[in-house]
T-cell receptor
């Protein structure tokens, strides 16, 4: 058990809909990362939050948004869903602040599997 | 383009044999990490090697790092069926604002 909790584990929805994925980081970790893993794209970095502030943004679509709340949990909002958004969405937490100087390991949740029909 | 790329993409071996996976990266790093992912599960951290280290051991795992060649290798000795998983290398980088970049992974199958 990594200590990172993601909900829901599975989600099936239709194109055009909006979903929210939730992540509770490991106790004491201030950084939350979101990754998307699909069969043809591997593990893609979406966004990183540190102590409530956005630190880095990767290949995140404009239809997607995220935030980290004062209690450090994070939510990833996916809207106007398309078939291609079907993937595993992982949240990971770390005690570090991120960046080139970060030597901390990432602790991953078990992911939220999104299926868009 | 990928910061880290694992090689081979897939590897199939018999139980008891050794498995070697390689990772190449493009920019300078201060550490490199290896992760394992069982099918459909979350990634699990295996080992971190710093840029000033050339080799590191953890149980049946041996990781090497050659910063001059920008490459790393992960060796799993005396493999077991339970080692069947995908293995990823990850590097911290500021490239395009990303913090940790993962390679596409090596899918290891250990046959009983």
């Amino acid at each position: 058990d990594s200590g990172v909790t993601q909900t829901p584990k599975h989600l099936i929805t239709a194109t055009g809909q909006r979903v929210t994925l939730r992540c509770s980081p490991r106790s004491g970790d201030l950084s939350v990362y979101w990754y998307q893993q699909s069969l043809d794209q591997g593990l893609q970095f979406l966004i990183h939050y540190y102590n409530g502030e956005e630190r880095a943004k990767g290949n995140i679509l404009e239809r997607f948004s995220a935030q980290q709340f004062p209690d450090l949990h994070s939510e990833l909002n996916l809207s106007s869903l398309e078939l291609g958004d079907s993937a595993l969405y992982f949240c990971a937490s770390s005690s570090g602040a991120g960046g080139r100087g970060n030597t901390g390991e990432l602790f991953f949740g078990e992911g939220s599997r999104l299926t868009v029909l | 383009s990928q910061q880290g790329e694992e090689d081979p993409q897939a590897l199939s071996i018999q139980e008891g044999e050794n498995a070697t996976m390689n990772c190449s990266y493009k920019t300078s790093i201060n550490n490199l990490q290896w992760y394992r992912q069982n099918s459909g599960r979350g990634l699990v951290h295996l080992i971190l090697i710093r840029s000033n280290e050339r080799e590191k051991h953890s149980g049946r795992l041996r990781v090497t790092l050659d910063t001059s060649k920008k490459s790393s290798s992960l060796l799993i000795t005396a493999s077991r069926a339970a080692d069947t998983a995908s293995y990823f290398c990850a590097t911290p980088t500021w490239d395009y604002g990303q913090n940790f970049v993962f390679g596409p992974g090596t899918r290891l199958s250990v046959l009983p």
